[in-house]
């Protein structure tokens, strides 16, 4: 009898448990605060934190490859390219594209937001991460996780859990970080340029748009297929307006299943062997880097484009060239309406907000031709 219990106090999980495995608990519950009582990006901080938690509790063997439950999930949901793409799916029938083509040269603020990515992209090369690790950091300055899933998952999918992480905090943090980096690059009287009312677009347009814009971005970049063709398919099936159940299948049964999944293995990724590596713990760093030269670079683009346009646009709406759809939108449009009470940027914004999600994944598919 005292044999078996010893069989079962030695074998239990309490008597496996290491530092390391405390330091992720405590990890997971920063995360778990972060969503339910900051609300934080809770959709996918909460499914990550438990994640973390679950595979960091001893002898549960839930990423232990073909025969844990959650190596399964992540196996054919992420390392298969299954789960990003049908996120973009769920997404492009979220997403409005009139803003943009209605004002299409805010296409130019959404790739001048890229230059974040390639600086860090260097920087990650300096500070000793190789070709592959620095692509996958580089990434989170887009400020989309399913990309930067993507993309990690194929070139460094042992940073997978830090590069996600960091990606959707700092999508969560866009209204604390944003703000003093648009209030630092522009004057009181560029925040202030109220913008007219943008033109109406027809239906044929928004029809056209997703269509079109597919075939050319995947015809000079075919690596962006995977990703384009599901964002675009989405976008068709909201703007089309005949397949009303798919649309709405897509944007919510869809997404939020996917979600669950791609949460909970992005989070089971981050054991304590993994994560508790003072290089891994400097993505975290890296990523916000990224970001903030994103945000400054589609200010600085838009006070370029300024110099050559008649009717000036608002420097603000840069700063949603980062792909963090609709909250960088959101928060130029309150520090517009800030700093003066007749600016209405939202729709403005979103211009470049949705040029961004596009253009983070043409980067994306760049960095993955070159480096996979």
């Given at each position: ?23 992720m ?65 769920g ?19 959404g790739?001048?937001?890229?230059v ?7 920087a ?42 960091s ?38 347009q ?9 075939m050319i ?113 959101r ?42």
């Amino acid at each position: 009898m005292i044999k078996i219990l010893q069989d079962i106090i030695f074998s239990s999980g309490l008597m496996n448990l290491s530092l390391g495995n405390l330091v992720m608990w405590l990890i997971a519950f920063v995360l778990f605060y972060l969503a339910i009582k900051k609300q934080y990006e809770p959709l996918l901080l909460l499914p990550i934190a438990f994640g973390i938690l679950v595979v960091n509790l001893p002898l549960t063997y839930l990423m232990e490859p073909e025969h844990g439950l959650i190596w399964f999930f992540y196996k054919y949901g992420i390392d298969l390219d299954i789960i990003p793409p049908l996120i973009f799916l769920g997404l492009g029938a979220m997403i409005d594209f009139g803003p943009l083509i209605s004002n299409p040269k805010t296409l130019m603020l959404g790739a001048g937001a890229q230059v974040g990515l390639y600086v860090t992209f260097f920087a990650a090369v300096l500070f000793g991460f190789d070709l592959k690790e620095s692509a996958a950091i580089a990434i989170i300055g887009g400020a989309d996780g399913p990309t930067t899933i993507y993309l990690g998952s194929k070139l460094a999918p042992h940073l997978l859990g830090a590069t996600a992480v960091s990606a959707y905090a700092y999508m969560a943090l866009v209204p604390i970080i944003q703000p003093p980096i648009m209030k630092l690059l522009t004057s009181d009287a560029e925040r202030k340029i109220v913008m007219p009312k943008l033109a109406p677009v027809s239906r044929l347009q928004k029809i056209c748009f997703p269509i079109i814009t597919a075939m050319i971005i995947m015809l000079v970049v075919p690596a962006s297929a995977p990703l384009i063709s599901m964002l675009m398919l989405g976008n068709l099936f909201k703007e089309s307006g005949v397949v009303e159940r798919l649309s709405k299948a897509a944007s919510n049964e869809l997404m939020n299943i996917v979600t669950i999944f791609l949460g909970l293995s992005v989070g089971a990724t981050m054991t304590a062997e993994v994560f508790l590596n003072p290089k891994v713990l400097f993505i975290f760093f890296l990523g916000l880097f990224a970001f903030v030269i994103s945000t400054a670079s589609g200010l600085l683009m838009a006070k370029f484009m300024n110099l050559f346009l008649k009717n000036k646009i608002n420097p603000l709406i840069g700063a949603a060239g980062v792909s963090a759809v609709p909250m960088a939108a959101r928060c130029v449009h309150k520090v517009g309406s800030e700093a003066n009470r007749r600016n209405y940027l939202l729709m403005h914004a979103m211009g470049p907000n949705v040029a961004g999600v596009i253009g983070t994944v043409v980067a994306a598919a760049i960095l993955l031709k070159n480096l996979g």
